[in-house]
Every structure is written in structure tokens, then in C-alpha cells.
């Protein structure tokens, strides 16, 4: 039954070590978001693809690139992850990018050590 | 960007008890949206409503847009209501939400 499924579900790396975490649709959703979720802060937008069309946000670090390969599945690359890069990593998607319901999976849990 | 605001941050509440959460913004907006995370993170999608009045049992959910706020009513809370209720709302209409920071919300036994 899930629909956003996000692996794996905790992810321990070192810093400097590039990372990948991965988010799968079973809505054939045309949008996927990727938000950072710091300890006790609101969720905050890093990226979204509409189908293959990538829309950076203004103030997300070089540091964090996303790949969409085909409707169901979107990655999320950090390069050289940092101490700070720590965070909840929630994918969501949504039907279409005007007014509508965003569904979000369980998220990953990055610690970099 | 737009100011997303709500109140009040931290909340306990007794087993059966109501409560009211809020969320001002400060811009007009075409997508508004209630969630709730609970204490393993999942975000839940709990109100699609930009405007009007929603229910959905023991939860319910009225936007005034013109006065540009938005209430979360809880009823006859259970502690599986613990957790933190966000609301996030999109002004551009390009589903790009901006998040509050939060309701944590703790329901006592």
C-alpha cells in the first residue's frame, strides 16, 4: 500500500563521502519534491522535478543534486556530505505543480560522522 | 517569500481534551495545506484547504483566506494525535510550499 517509499530509512556515511538516497512512487505522479528537515525546524524545499524538467531552489548548496530516471524514481545526491548536511530527507509528490495534495514518505535520516 | 506563523508551538493536552492550532500568513494564498508528523517522521497529509471549512473525524479544519489565517481543530484527543501539525501554504500557485514551524502537540494519558 505505500506510495512514497523512501530507502533506506536511516543512512550513516563519513563526511566527505558522496551519498545517495532513494525515493519510489507507486501515484505515477508527475511531480517529486525533495525536502531537508533539520532537528525541531520545518521541512525546507531543496528541489523539484515536473516529469524531467529540474527546478532548483535559489539558495540549495551545489553541494546537492537530484536525478529522476524515469516517472517512479528520484534520487537525491549529496557530494561531499558535512557535518551540517545531518537532516531528515523527506521525498513527496504531488499529481500535478498547481494546487495540489502532497504526499510524503517516511524519509531518511542522514547522520554524517 | 511569504510568513508562514503558527501558534501556539507546544501544546499538552490531556486524553479526551479539544484544541484549537493556528496559522497566520502574510500573502494571499492558492494552496494551503495541514500535516501531521508523527514521532517517527512521517508527514501525513491531513487537509488540502485553501479556503472554507473541511472535516474528517475527529479533526476538522477552517481557512479564512481574506483574513489570512487558518485554524486546525483537534476533538476529543488520543495520544496517537502526538506529534507535530504543520501547516504549509503556497502563494504563486507552483505547489512550492513554505513550511511554519510547527505544533508540537503532546497528548497525555
Known amino acids: 500500500d505505500a506510495m512514497v517509499i523512501q530507502n533506506p530509512r536511516y543512512q550513516v556515511t563519513q563526511f566527505g563521502k558522496p551519498v545517495t538516497l532513494s525515493c519510489s512512487q507507486t501515484l505515477n505522479h508527475n511531480v517529486m519534491y525533495w525536502y531537508q528537515q533539520k532537528s525541531s525546524q520545518a521541512p525546507k524545499l531543496l528541489f523539484h522535478y515536473y516529469d524531467k524538467d529540474f527546478n532548483n531552489e535559489a539558495d540549495t548548496p551545489d553541494n546537492f543534486q537530484s536525478r529522476r530516471p524515469n516517472t517512479s524514481f528520484c534520487f537525491l545526491d549529496i557530494r561531499s556530505p558535512g557535518l551540517g548536511d545531518a537532516a531528515m530527507y523527506l521525498c513527496?509528490?504531488?499529481?500535478?505543480?498547481?494546487?495540489?495534495?502532497?504526499?510524503f514518505g517516511s524519509g531518511t535520516q542522514l547522520s554524517v560522522l | 517569500g511569504i510568513q508562514v506563523e503558527q501558534s501556539p508551538p507546544d501544546l499538552i493536552l490531556q486524553e479526551g481534551a479539544n484544541s484549537t492550532l493556528r496559522c497566520n500568513f502574510s500573502?494571499?494564498?492558492?494552496?494551503l495545506q495541514w500535516f501531521h508528523q508523527n514521532p517517527w517522521g512521517q508527514l501525513i497529509n491531513l487537509f488540502y484547504i485553501p479556503s472554507g471549512t473541511k472535516q474528517n473525524g475527529r479533526l476538522s479544519a477552517t481557512t479564512v483566506a481574506t483574513e489570512r489565517y487558518s485554524l486546525l481543530y483537534i476533538s476529543s484527543s488520543q495520544t496517537t494525535d502526538s506529534g507535530v501539525y504543520f501547516c504549509a501554504v503556497d502563494s504563486y500557485g507552483n505547489n512550492r510550499l513554505a513550511f511554519g514551524k510547527g505544533n508540537q502537540v503532546v497528548v497525555i494519558p
Open positions: 500573502d494571499s494564498v492558492n494552496n
Open positions: 513527496a509528490t504531488s499529481r500535478g505543480t498547481t494546487n495540489e495534495k502532497l504526499f
